[in-house]
Nanobody, 123 residues
Framework: QVQLVESGGGLVQAGGSLRLSCAASERTFSTYTMGWFRQAPGKERDFVAA??????YYADSLKGRFTISRDNAKNTVYLQMNSLKPEDTAVYYC??????????????????WGQGTQVTVSS
């Protein structure tokens, strides 16, 4: 069982930045595809970004503003979010999936999920 713990959420003004972190308990962390999803109130949980090895994948609408990265020595994945907008307000979830396949944008690919961290962007 892999445990994922997100941190770094909070309240920020529009145009500001936040960096989310997700610490994993798994020793073989480097073999997992790590993803970030977000869920706004009343909406579906949507794909944000994923990283497999050091290959990065993004939702088209977020390219250029969000950056995913990982530190395998720390079993941690990060999501740097810049130029934040009120519509980025959501609970952000970290997820881990074994190996890699091209279903990385879908929730069903991932085996483990964190508890989520709230990001609120004020206008």
């Amino acid at each position: 069982q892999v445990q994922l713990v997100e941190s770094g959420g909070g309240l920020v003004q529009a145009g500001g930045s936040l960096r989310l972190s997700c610490a994993a308990s798994e020793r073989t962390f480097s073999t997992y595809t790590m993803g970030w999803f977000r869920q706004a109130p009343g909406k579906e949980r949507d794909f944000v970004a994923a990283i497999s090895g050091f290959r990065e994948y993004y939702a088209d609408s977020l390219k250029g503003r969000f950056t995913i990265s990982r530190d395998n020595a720390k079993n941690t994945v990060y999501l740097q979010m810049n130029s934040l907008k009120p519509e980025d307000t959501a609970v952000y979830y970290c997820a881990a999936g074994r190996g890699f396949n091209y279903a990385y944008t879908t929730k069903g690919f991932y085996d483990y999920w964190g508890q989520g961290t709230q990001v609120t962007v004020s206008s």
